[in-house]
């Protein structure tokens, strides 16, 4: 069974950074992708950044490029997300959401394991 917990969330102004945690079980080899989503109030949830644990590879919406950084430590099971140059309009719920293949990592229709997310706030 896969799980994916998420931790790091919180309040900070703009400008700020954050670090978010996404711990991994259930998942074989390297054989698969980890992304990051986020809702914000009232809006769909929109794909943000992900990454192939077969070679590495990262995929960043434009809203975010510059500022946030995906990263894994395969000895941990652990993809991190850092966020900086924070704004108020990053304020959302992230999730972190997992496939079971590296196959078509940057196409975000395709994850079906979910996080319970955790709550990022940016103030002016």
């Known amino acids: 069974e896969v799980q994916l917990v998420e931790s790091g969330g919180g309040s900070v102004q703009a400008g700020g950074s954050l670090r978010l945690s996404c711990a991994a079980s259930?998942?074989?080899?390297?054989?698969?992708?980890i992304g990051w989503f986020r809702q914000a109030p009232g809006k769909e949830r929109e794909g943000v950044l992900c990454i192939s644990s077969s070679d590495g590879s990262t995929n960043y919406a434009d809203s975010v490029k510059g500022r946030f950084t995906i990263s894994s430590d395969n000895a941990k099971n652990t993809v991190y997300l850092q966020m900086t140059g924070l704004k108020p309009e990053d304020t959302a719920i992230y999730y972190c959401a997992a496939k079971t293949s590296a196959y078509y990592y940057s196409d975000y229709r395709r994850y079906n394991y979910w996080g319970q997310g955790t709550q990022v706030t940016v103030s002016s």
């Open positions: 259930g998942l074989n080899g390297d054989d698969y992708a």
